[in-house]
């Protein structure tokens, strides 16, 4: 199978590329070509391809009614128009790596009944919501569109959420026993969920996750055990709890969102 991936140098999409040229037995199913999203997509020829996967996006920097342009010509206007060019080269599938945000929720459980409602002022999750919305019209026979909805993905050298993380870990020393709930991803299982998806030339809206949620407490003493360094815990959730009502960052590291548990090929979300 031929797999063509849009967005190489982000993440995601190069850890992808990285996980096939690592696995012998991927390797010898999969024929993996990586091009950038500036332009060179433009001059490249997507006949003979049988997916097309969109790993580029504007995320992890601070929004702003300045920049939110750049939210949705990346990821809605780019991500239309490089599927629109894979359907007239008859690629059988497309696709669009999405977000958790879609769901516009800072806390709480997702399930099959949650709607996606992004906030207002999340241009992340509002361009990557359009942009679903625009790829499912574009569904036709031959012509299957996969909406990926990871949660936080983490692992070496991880951008966004996860290396904040890392770095408010590296300098807490001590850390509140808060138990909650988060769902979460690593990237080498992200890119075999992604190998699965192009295998099954699957289509409909998939939201992958570790077999396990993730604590952050317990995330945050792993981080530092492996720099090295000790952790104290202490029972002080209850403090937590009242930081994050008066610090809305908080919410974000110490709260609970998890979707809720699933088959690895649910498309009902």
């Known amino acids: 199978m031929k797999v063509l991936v849009v967005g190489g140098s982000g993440y995601i999409g190069g850890s992808f590329a990285e996980y096939v040229s690592k696995n012998a037995?991927?390797?010898?199913?999969?024929?993996?070509?990586?091009?950038?999203?500036?332009?060179?997509?433009l001059q490249k020829d997507f006949a003979g391809f049988d997916s097309v996967i969109f790993a580029a996006?504007?995320?992890?920097?601070?929004?702003?009614?300045?920049?939110?342009?750049?939210?949705?010509?990346?990821?809605?206007?780019?991500?239309?128009?490089?599927a629109e060019k894979a359907k007239i080269a008859k690629?059988?599938?497309?696709?669009?790596?999405?977000?958790?945000?879609?769901y516009g929720k800072k806390q709480g459980e997702i399930s099959a009944h949650t709607k996606p409602n992004p906030r207002h002022n999340d241009y992340y999750g509002?361009?990557?919501?359009q942009a679903e919305d625009a790829l499912k019209n574009l569904e036709a026979e031959g012509f299957v569109v996969a909406i990926i909805r990871p949660p936080m993905v983490y692992g070496p050298n991880c951008?966004?959420?996860?290396?904040?993380?890392v770095k408010i870990a590296k300098f807490l020393p001590i850390v509140p026993c808060n138990k909650n709930k988060r769902?979460?991803?690593?990237?080498?299982?992200?890119?075999?969920?992604?190998?699965?998806?192009?295998?099954?030339?699957?289509?409909?809206?998939?939201?992958?996750?570790?077999?396990?949620?993730a604590c952050t407490s317990k995330m945050v003493q792993e981080i530092r055990r492996q720099n090295g360094k000790k952790t104290v815990i202490i029972g002080m959730g209850w403090l937590v709890n009242l930081c994050m009502a008066i610090f809305p960052p908080m919410e974000?590291?110490?709260?609970?969102?998890?979707?809720?548990?699933?088959?690895?090929f649910a498309d009902n979300m």
């Open 183 to 213: 769902s979460v991803i690593y990237i080498d299982n992200l890119s075999r969920f992604l190998c699965t998806v192009v295998q099954n030339r699957a289509g409909g809206i998939f939201c992958p996750q570790d077999e396990e949620y």
């Open 126 to 129: 509002t361009s990557k919501y």
């Open 91 to 102: 690629v059988s599938q497309f696709v669009y790596l999405s977000s958790m945000s879609v």
């Open 159 to 165: 951008r966004g959420k996860y290396r904040q993380l």
């Open 25 to 41: 037995k991927i390797q010898s199913e999969f024929s993996v070509d990586v091009v950038d999203s500036r332009g060179g997509w």
């Open 252 to 264: 974000t590291a110490f709260g609970s969102l998890y979707y809720a548990a699933q088959p690895p």
């Open 57 to 82: 996006g504007i995320a992890h920097r601070r929004q702003s009614s300045q920049n939110a342009h750049l939210y949705f010509e990346v990821n809605r206007d780019l991500a239309i128009a490089i």
